[in-house]
C-alpha cells in the first residue's frame, strides 16, 4: 500500500525500465449524457476515483497509465455532451496503446473503464485479446459496473440504470458539487430483442432510475465495495 498513487508520466524513462514487475492499471472514461442531473464526465470521474484508490491500497506495487478518454457509446451518442468514437478506433487505440506497454515488458496490465456499454467493451476485450495472441502477458478488463450492479434488488430497484439511483451517489461521493439538486426519476423500457439504430425516441433522457433517492452516503458505501472488489480481483490474478 502506499500513500499516493504514482502516475506513469511522472516518472522518468531510467525509473519506468526498473517498474517491469509492477502492475499497470489503465483507466477509461468518456465523456457522455448523463441525464440533466450529473456531469457529462461522470464516467471519466468515476474510472479515475476507482483507479487511484485502487492504486493505493494493492499490497502489491502498482503504477496508473494515462487515462484514455474517449470510447464507444452507441445508445447515448443522440445526447449533448456524448463524444462517441467508432468501435474500430477504440479497438486500434487501446491495441496501440497495450502493445506499447508489453513492446516495453510490461506484463501485468489491468483495463478498469467507467463506462461499461457493451460495444465499448467489446472493442476493449477484443483489444486485448489481439495483444494476447503475439504476446505472453496478462490482461485484466473490468468495469466499476460488473460490481456495483450486483447491490440491485436490496434498497436499489432493480431497473437502475445509467444515471440512476447507484451512478447519482457515486458521483454524489466524488464529485458532490457536480450533482444537481433536481435529480429526476425515470422508468425506461426497450422494446425487447428489438435492433434499434436511434435511441432518441426510447431514451430522450439518457438516464434510468430513481435518481432522487441517491444519497452521499450510500455512494461512499457503493464506491467502497467496489474498490474492495477490484483489489480482491486483482491480488487473486496477479
Given at each position: 500500500m502506499s500513500?499516493?498513487?504514482?502516475?506513469?508520466?511522472?516518472?522518468?524513462?531510467?525509473?519506468?525500465?526498473?517498474?517491469?514487475?509492477?502492475?499497470?492499471?489503465?483507466?477509461?472514461?468518456?465523456?457522455?449524457?448523463?441525464?440533466?442531473?450529473?456531469?457529462?464526465?461522470?464516467?471519466?470521474?468515476?474510472a479515475e476515483y476507482v483507479v487511484e484508490e485502487v492504486?493505493?491500497?494493492?499490497?502489491?506495487r502498482s503504477i496508473i497509465a494515462p487515462i484514455l478518454n474517449y470510447g464507444t457509446c452507441k445508445a447515448t451518442e443522440h445526447l449533448y455532451g456524448t463524444l462517441s468514437i467508432r468501435f474500430d478506433t477504440l479497438r486500434d487505440i487501446a491495441y496501440d496503446i497495450l502493445t506499447s506497454l508489453t513492446d516495453q515488458g510490461f506484463e501485468n496490465i489491468v483495463i478498469i473503464s467507467g463506462h461499461s456499454g457493451k460495444s465499448h467493451m467489446m472493442a476493449l476485450r477484443l483489444a486485448a485479446e489481439d495483444v494476447l495472441?503475439?504476446?505472453?502477458?496478462?490482461?485484466?478488463?473490468?468495469?466499476?459496473?460488473?460490481?456495483?450492479?450486483?447491490?440491485?434488488?436490496?434498497?436499489?430497484?432493480?431497473?437502475d440504470g445509467h444515471g440512476g439511483e447507484i451512478e447519482t451517489a457515486r458521483i454524489m461521493d466524488i464529485k458532490p458539487n457536480l450533482v444537481?439538486?433536481?435529480?429526476?426519476?425515470?422508468?425506461?423500457?426497450?422494446p425487447?430483442?428489438?435492433v434499434?439504430?436511434?435511441?432518441?425516441?426510447h431514451w430522450p433522457e439518457g438516464m434510468r432510475g430513481n435518481a432522487d433517492e441517491a444519497s452521499k452516503e450510500e455512494g461512499k458505501e457503493i464506491n467502497e465495495y467496489v474498490i474492495k472488489k477490484i483489489i480482491r480481483v486483482i491480488e487473486d490474478s496477479f
Open positions: 500513500e499516493k498513487p504514482i502516475y506513469f508520466n511522472e516518472l522518468d524513462m531510467k525509473e519506468l525500465e526498473k517498474e517491469k514487475d509492477s502492475i499497470i492499471i489503465l483507466p477509461i472514461g468518456i465523456s457522455e449524457g448523463h441525464g440533466k442531473h450529473l456531469p457529462v464526465g461522470t464516467d471519466t470521474y468515476q492504486a493505493k491500497r494493492l499490497d502489491r495472441e503475439k504476446t505472453d502477458v496478462d490482461i485484466l478488463l473490468l468495469s466499476g459496473y460488473d460490481f456495483a450492479y450486483e447491490l440491485k434488488g436490496d434498497k436499489v430497484s432493480e431497473t444537481r439538486e433536481d435529480r429526476p426519476r425515470k422508468e425506461v423500457k426497450h425487447e430483442f428489438k434499434i439504430s436511434d435511441y432518441g425516441g
